[in-house]
């Protein structure tokens, strides 16, 4: 009976197990992957290198007894040069309010910004006055402000700055020489923006603008004779830098899908210029030389084509600006009753054609540029000598070369945007080489002027892709 029983059993449940197996089945149930999250927030420390241009307005006087002026010339140094340092900060990131990133940030800075260009007066043996300055170092502590868009982040940023320099006048006043030095370091403020993206891992790379404004100096002294003298200068810095940081935070295994940049694009952009053109007016006696500083903004619009193989881009791009960039603070030739020239410049447009070459990590392009650059720059000379006066307007556009760096990546906040849109941030240094013009303005000496044009531009803009760039991620 018992192995009845168990005969039974066995077969039944071979039985069930046939019937089970003719059922159909449920499927399997799949967990959605993870969808991976840049986070911004935690420390970070990184390098970074670049380069700076001053826009430092300076005046130097002397007065005879009695206060007889003998010379009132003012002219901005502008010392350049490469800079490197470090820097340290913290990131707060509010998801729940459009990825927001609040940030603080320190920095120092080596820097080895030079001009001893400066010569006034008739800037000959036995009448010249000379001027000559150098930025040391410096360094910021500053608030971040920005939004997130995964792992690239676009930021505006201010707070304190500090540094060290050291301003000399010397010449000749009345037959008298002279030799002023100030030094020290003094406090200001620094504004400026950029853009963070990240490179592999922890690691991102940024691109930054930042303008510094230091304290002022000035002196005084009493020569032999009776004659005193006084000069007095301020520091205005424009920094163009790139830099790396590694961020402490949990972004180690985060990969960015690679984005797709092949295809037309146009677009249009808005920055600022700033120009150090070094320039000399030569006549009977007299040869001054001095920089003009043309600075202000500039605008317009780009077009251009990108091949991609992999993560490589090559791409051609063409751009046309205008400018507002201007400079009319300089007075030079001594600058009094009877006699000046007073030189204003302006940068009235420029244009460029460039190759670039690039890298995209995930959806950020990291890239270089290089090609044609033209513009058109106008000059007014405003000259004095005794009772007569005389305006010449110099105008020349010019061909050169642009080379520069920038980043760009895909372009949609707050979802206003789609995936054919992106933004970017570039450096050019602009070289439109040197223009010379011979005149003989009726009652003055035949003169030669001569201005060589260097543009520093920092910009951003935004791009329309003809193709959709944003890589399209799955979702579950």
Request: include cysteine; charged fraction near 15%; proline fraction near 4%.
């Amino acid at each position: 009976m018992k192995k009845t029983l168990i005969t039974a059993a066995i077969v039944a449940g071979a039985a069930t197990a046939a019937n089970a197996a003719d059922l159909p089945r449920k499927a399997p149930v799949y967990k959605a992957p993870v969808m991976q999250v840049y986070d911004w927030t935690g420390f970070y420390i990184g390098a970074n290198f670049g380069g700076s241009v001053g826009r430092d307005l300076t005046r130097a006087s002397a007065n005879g007894p009695g206060g007889t002026p003998i010379f009132n010339e003012r002219s901005h140094l502008s010392p350049a040069g490469a800079i490197g340092g470090g820097q340290i900060g913290y990131n707060w990131q509010f998801r729940n309010f459009y990825n927001l990133v609040l940030g603080v940030e320190a920095d120092i800075q080596a820097s080895g910004q030079r001009d001893n260009f400066l010569c006034g007066l008739n800037c000959v043996p036995g009448t010249l006055f000379t001027g000559s300055q150098k930025l040391d170092w410096f360094g910021t502590a500053r608030v971040r402000a920005g939004l997130a868009t995964g792992p690239v982040l676009t930021y505006i940023t201010g707070g304190y700055a500090y540094g060290h320099y050291e301003t000399t006048a010397s010449g000749l006043a009345a037959g008298t020489a002279f030799t002023q030095t100030t030094s020290g370091t003094k406090g200001g403020y620094t504004i400026g923006s950029g853009v963070e993206a990240q490179l592999s891992g922890n690691w991102t790379g940024k691109i930054e603008y930042l303008y510094v404004r230091l304290q002022g100096t000035s002196a005084g002294a009493v020569l032999p004779g009776g004659i005193t003298t006084f000069g007095s200068t301020r520091v205005e810095d424009h920094i163009f830098r790139a830099g790396v940081n590694y961020n402490f935070g949990k972004n180690a295994n985060y990969v960015a899908p690679l984005a797709n940049w092949s295809g037309f694009y146009v677009g249009g952009n808005v920055g600022s210029v700033i120009g150090r053109n070094r320039s000399s007016d030569t006549f009977a006696g007299a040869a001054p030389r001095f920089t003009l500083v043309p600075e202000g903004y500039i605008g317009g619009g780009q077009v251009g084509y990108n091949w991609q193989a992999g993560a490589w881009v090559l791409g051609a791009e063409a751009d046309f600006q205008g400018s507002t960039a201007k400079d009319k603070k300089a007075c030079v030739f001594f600058c009094i009753p009877g006699a000046g020239i007073a030189p204003e410049q302006k940068l009235s447009y420029l244009g460029t054609v460039r190759g670039r070459v690039g890298y995209s990590v995930g959806s950020t392009l990291f890239y270089g540029t290089a090609g044609f650059a033209y513009g058109e720059t106008k000059t007014r000379l405003t000259e004095v000598a005794g009772a007569a006066t005389a305006t010449i307007d110099l105008k020349r556009s010019k061909g050169g070369y642009a080379v520069g760096a920038g980043i760009e990546s895909p372009f949609n906040p707050l979802n206003l945007f789609g995936p054919n849109w992106t933004s970017k941030t570039e450096y050019l240094y602009v070289d439109l080489g040197r223009s010379t013009f011979n005149f003989a303005p009726a009652g003055f000496a035949a003169q030669t002027f001569s201005t060589k044009n260097e543009e520093h531009i920092f910009r951003t803009g935004i791009n329309y892709h003809f193709n959709t760039v944003a890589p399209v991620v799955a979702k579950y």
